[in-house]
């Protein structure tokens, strides 16, 4: 079935209180969805962020961001006292200012969860309990490696108490004594994140339309993942990673990418029948109906980079067991005879970058859609898989990614030849003002089963809009929308093209 749809961040989304959030904002834009003809919305990882703000380095692969919580839900359910909202700050509206907004948010937060203890009802309570037994496998130890990170002023887990830093039983025990009331507040988190999140998942999808999520490879070094799990992954006797996720030098950086993400003990993981990948694979198709894996080759094979090294470019490639995860994947999560080869996951593989045939013969085994990016066709002939004459059906293409600028700003950036080739291929003159409709006509038209448009390039934003810069520390993750871009004129116009091409 041919569809197409729009990727943003609920943190872009428009409100009063610094940041998107789940409230009437994200349920207007579900409308602006449902009204343009689009049957996906996608976006980035949903996650707790850390240090850079960034939801491919989250705190946990399982838990939410709560300050996506809508904050005028709480006051609607009876968590949150109206006054509470009251002096909110003057905020801005067209980007996150990360450090003001989660300091005050943070402070809200805490009051909705003194408001529940002291005026929750009976069912309240009742869901709140529910959802701490069903979520325990994870629940637990996030909660208090989050309270314990509050408790040591913030400071990665290496540098707690050996005890407590080596997840030893006794120890957390008696830290989760010491700390009950702030374990219960990550827990409350959590259950607000969940019960917002599934009410808007809920409503996209009676209205026709799919969520796609995006799940990082890897988890991050501080996280309650890492430090609940140690013995699956690379790290040394004194807690530290002896080696490291990254990328060789390519398109985004002639360095590398250091990630800088511990690396998985594969023998152990599959030693344990991949447990860790099952339960969090299974946690994420309830959380969205298709998973983006990002970086798919290191199934395959990842760069493995010495801990010591500043950047990534001295490293080397190591195999991973990707046929007999994705074996166990199948067995335990796909609908159906297991064993049948005709059996697709709902997971999409970014297959980017450098891809050898191995990837590509993994990812088909499993019938599993690659990625095509527009942006990245026009740097060849007319044999480019980038472009949409040269696209396989089982593939999601896209205007640009996060990773990506914006297709007005790449436009600006293209060189006389580059931007001649590019107005050939559309068959006409184009300008900064349309090139972002071209482009989108372009994908609309292909072969591709599913296209995936940012939104802004619907809106014709150029580089201050861009979400992420790789290699660059700050600034990013941080644009956000005005409530009035979502036009009736916008919306029909997107209807019509998306029903010519039978989408």
């Not at 808007?200 to 490879?217: E, H, R, T, V, Y």
Request: contains cysteine.
């Amino acid at each position: 079935m041919r569809k197409s749809g729009i990727l943003l961040h609920p943190t872009s989304l428009p409100g009063r209180f610094g940041i998107g959030e789940f409230n009437q904002h994200a349920g207007d834009f579900v409308d602006f969805l449902a009204a343009s003809g689009q049957k996906l919305w996608q976006v980035m990882p949903l996650g707790p962020t850390g240090y850079g703000d960034s939801p491919y380095q989250c705190f946990s692969a399982f838990a939410g961001n709560p300050l996506l919580i809508g904050l005028d839900q709480l006051v609607a359910d009876g968590a949150l006292s109206p006054g509470a909202l009251e002096n909110a700050p003057a905020f801005r509206t067209e980007r996150v200012d990360y450090g003001w907004v989660i300091n005050w948010k943070q402070a809200i937060l805490r009051s909705s969860y003194d408001t529940f203890n002291a005026n929750a009802r009976a069912h309240q309570r009742g869901a709140f309990a529910k959802f701490v037994d069903e979520n325990h496998h994870w629940l637990d130890d996030y909660a208090l490696f989050m309270a314990l990170k509050e408790a040591h002023g913030g400071k990665v887990w290496t540098t707690w108490e050996p005890d407590i830093a080596r997840h030893e039983a006794a120890a957390c025990e008696t830290w989760r004594g010491k700390l009950l009331d702030q374990v219960r507040f990550q827990q409350y988190l959590q259950f607000q994140f969940f019960q917002q999140w599934h009410a808007l998942k809920q409503n996209a999808n009676d209205k026709g339309i799919q969520i796609i999520g995006d799940l990082p490879i890897f988890v991050a070094f501080d996280s309650a993942d890492a430090w609940s799990a140690r013995e699956q992954f690379h790290f040394d006797e004194q807690l530290q990673p002896t080696v490291v996720a990254g990328v060789p030098p390519d398109y985004f950086s002639a360095t590398g990418q250091r990630w800088g993400n511990p690396l998985y003990r594969w023998d152990v993981m599959q030693a344990r029948g991949f447990d860790w990948w099952i339960a969090r694979l299974r946690a994420a198709l309830a959380t969205y109906d298709v998973v983006r894996i990002d970086h798919f080759r290191g199934f395959d094979s990842y760069w493995e980079v010495p801990a010591s090294e500043p950047t990534a470019m001295h490293g080397r490639w190591v195999k991973a067991p990707g046929y007999a995860l994705f074996d166990r994947i199948m067995q335990e999560l796909a609908p159906g005879n297991p064993t049948s080869t005709d059996l697709a996951l709902p997971i999409i593989a970014e297959d980017l970058g450098i891809i050898t045939t191995e990837v590509e013969t993994l990812r088909d085994h499993f019938h599993l859609p690659g990625m095509r990016v527009l942006q990245f066709a026009f740097v060849a002939d007319t044999a480019s898989n980038f472009l949409p004459h040269n696209y396989v059906r089982n593939c999601v293409a896209y205007s640009g990614t996060h990773d990506n600028d914006t297709t007005v700003g790449w436009f600006k950036s293209l060189d006389d030849p580059t931007r001649a080739q590019v107005e050939r291929y559309i068959g006409k003159k184009t300008t900064s003002k349309s090139i972002g409709m071209d482009m989108a006509r372009l994908l609309m038209m292909s072969s591709a089963d599913t296209i995936v448009l940012t939104m802004q390039d619907l809106l014709g934003l150029g580089p201050d809009a861009r979400m992420n810069f790789p290699g660059k520390g700050e600034g990013n993750w941080a644009w956000r929308f005005s409530a009035d871009a979502l036009t009736s004129d916008l919306a029909g116009g997107l209807r019509s093209m998306t029903e010519t091409y039978g989408r």
